[in-house]
């Protein structure tokens, strides 16, 4: 049963912004422990058969290849040059989730919740805090609650499709009077540049355990935003928010993996390219290129990093 969440104190963030593509590379060191959160632990609400029109959830994993993702623990095999790759923090956003059938696709409704959903959009969490996860918190969420519309029958379902990132309305918001969860800092670049839609950081070690590249992160968000001096955006060059399509998804027996190993898997994380510490979804960042192709962003690329498996292991 999902656990309730109460955010208890909010976080408070510098008015000031960055307007360009580079400025997102100085942000590797904020934290968002100063967030309490009551009753921490993980939340992963069970998928159980919803029947027509009821409430249900969508299960998100995330994997390192074969492993599951944990902090705490030293991959092997990352990247290009099958780096040990040892994780700081990974949480994402999503939005306009949709059923896709034969006939067309189901809109679902994201349901408001008091920490992980609100305004159409979740927030999948899986940091937890421990090892060398010291950005984040304890409490984790790995599912996306929503409701169907009356009448749908999910044994008609054949695939799901979803978006990463927050709609261009909610981007470019002051994250410091929102409510959860768009108040993190960890997850807010400034006004213009808006938020983070995907946060994953990560260092690399040597095997006697030294570190030998200290952050090769990915954090993909909005770039080339157009704003003023009194926070509105007019657009953004690169909106970078993936439209993610999976097929064989059932909503009573499936989950959606994201796969950091494939994610990475075209990616040097061995060394980090100027101007940033890995990718800052800088147009001009080599190491963005080969995220950018995993994610299905570039040059009609299809995305690699999102699967399907039966919702029967972790």
Not at 109 to 138: I, K, M, P, Y
Not at 153 to 163: I, K, P, Q, S, Y
Not at 225 to 238: R, T
């Amino acid at each position: 049963m999902t656990k309730t969440v109460f955010l208890a104190m909010a976080v408070m963030l510098g008015a000031a912004g960055c307007g360009d593509d580079h400025g997102h590379a100085a942000d590797a060191g904020e934290h968002d422990h100063d967030v309490v959160f009551a009753d921490a632990g993980p939340v992963d609400a069970p998928l159980v058969d919803a029947g027509e029109g009821a409430r249900f959830a969508v299960p998100f994993r995330a994997r390192v290849g074969a492993e599951r993702f944990r902090c705490g623990q030293v991959f092997t095999g990352v990247g290009t040059q099958n780096s040990r790759w040892n994780p700081l923090d990974f949480r994402f956003y999503v939005h306009d989730l949709r059923l896709v059938t034969a006939a067309g696709e189901v809109p679902l409704a994201v349901l408001d919740e008091s920490v992980w959903q609100r305004e159409g959009v979740a927030l999948l969490d899986f940091e937890d805090g421990t090892g060398a996860c010291s950005n984040g918190n304890t409490p984790t969420n790995e599912t996306v609650r929503v409701q169907a519309p009356t009448g749908t029958d999910l044994a008609a379902v054949t695939g799901l499709r979803f978006t990463l990132g927050l709609p261009a309305a909610l981007n470019h918001r002051n994250a410091a009077v929102q409510a959860s969860p768009f108040n993190l800092t960890g997850l807010w670049w400034s006004w213009q540049g808006g938020y983070k839609f995907v946060r994953l950081d990560g260092r690399v070690e040597s095997e006697a355990g030294a570190v030998t590249v200290p952050a090769w992160n990915v954090h993909l968000g909005s770039t080339g935003c157009m704003g003023d001096a009194m926070g509105n955006v007019s657009g953004c060059a690169q909106p970078n928010r993936p439209t993610v399509t999976l097929t064989g998804f059932d909503p009573r027996s499936s989950a959606v993996v994201f796969d950091l190993g494939r994610l990475l898997a075209g990616a040097d994380v061995s060394r980090s390219q100027n101007p940033a510490p890995g990718c800052m979804s800088g147009e001009d960042d080599a190491d963005c290129a080969p995220v950018f192709n995993a994610l299905g962003l570039r040059g009609g690329a299809t995305q690699t990093a999102f699967s399907v498996v039966q919702n029967t292991a972790p």
